[in-house]
């Protein structure tokens, strides 16, 4: 049997419908720099970093070297009850690079246990302090924060979540900021209305509300929907005048990715909570952590008959060859000014995306913050309407990219755009032309389609 038989007689893919798959499969052996190789030798550009991950390319030596040495010590040992090395040296670095507040660092293994840690921590808090009816979170219409039930939860995509509806615990949701959809495509008023809806929840619920889970700048499964000016500060100050701990997901934005080493650096918001994964360890090891404060350490520090410890933990935290590459990764942050380089292209990365996509006919909106970019493809133009879902256009143009030499994953019709940081001018130029291609040819195709059906 070859590989493409056996991936698809035992494999099964995550957010994958394997009939999709069965028809289109790919299996990928190696990588170099910012593109990857496929078993027959096929390149592609890696344009959604492995899915949000990648910071410096595939195969960059001093990651691999880090590996290899942390190797020739120990690859894991536990970090119930002690610690290691490398996860302690790791603490120090990440506690300098974070907002003030945020001075402890809780080890996971992917973005939503991370989240869904923030989340107990939380609740937990509250409980720990004697404030028994702060039991409920709120959180952002369409938000993402991974795929546990306590993540789903505080997340909100109803087409991923409705399913699980009867398994989620509730609580309040409160509007999305989302300026193109918007009736006034104004960013203020839009920005205003969402914290009114807010404060509105806040004021009557508070006592009940232990903590609010929010995407930090950006919503990105959601859609690439990048949060008017003002907005994740209002929301934070709404916290704070309602006692209700702010739980920021940095899992996509966290580690240069939007030219700010956090995003909440934007707008110098310093959460209670902040959960953080994906570029940690440059794309190469499952690495995850919650930060917290100190207020919040101190609410279970206590004799342990009392029952005040986080009893939360898993096999694999604080692994060392994670922990290590991570160091490794964020001394490159530092020695090649990655965050710098980010922020300092980004304008160049939007000029690119205006003149070369936003003319086409069906690019109803191009939204970006650093590399973190949506192109929402629409039917009309002029009345925003969408693409029939059964058009799956964002998929299908992600086919086309893949002929065309590039990877991408889409959510909906939004072609997302993230590539590796250190991306170079001329190499977004060239991975943006080869999407123009793809979704020019892909939605006039579907929409000169729809018109001969509809007449
Ligand atoms: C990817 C993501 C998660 C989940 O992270 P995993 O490592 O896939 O579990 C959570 N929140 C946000 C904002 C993400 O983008």
Redesign the pocket.
Known sequence: MNLIEKSKKHLWLPFTQMKDYDEDPLIIESGEGIKVKDIDGNEYYDAFSS??LNVHGHRKKELDDAIREQLDKIAHSTLLGMTNVPATELAEKLVTIAPAPLTRVFYS???????EIAVKMAYQYWQNKGREKKQKFISVKN??????IG?VSVGAIDIFHQVYGPLMFKGFKMPVPNVYRHETGDPIACRDECLQGLEDVLKEHHDEIAGLTI??MV???GGMIVMPEGFLSGVRELCTKYDVLMIV?????GFGRTGAMFACNHEDVEPDLM?A??GITGGYL?I?ITYTTEEIYEAFYDDYENLKTFFHGHSYTGNQLGCAVAIENLRLFESERIVEGVARRADRLKKILDEELKDLDHVGDSRQLGFMCGIELVQNKETKESFPFESRVGYKSSLKMRELGLLTRPTGDVVVFMPPLVSTEAQLREMILIMKEAISYVTEKEAAHLAQYQE
């Open positions: 899915v949000w293994d992917s973005g939503a246990e991370a989240v938000g993402y924060h991974g795929d546990t993540a995407e930090s919503q990105g499964a997901d940095e899992v996509a934005t959960a994964g994906k499952p995850a």
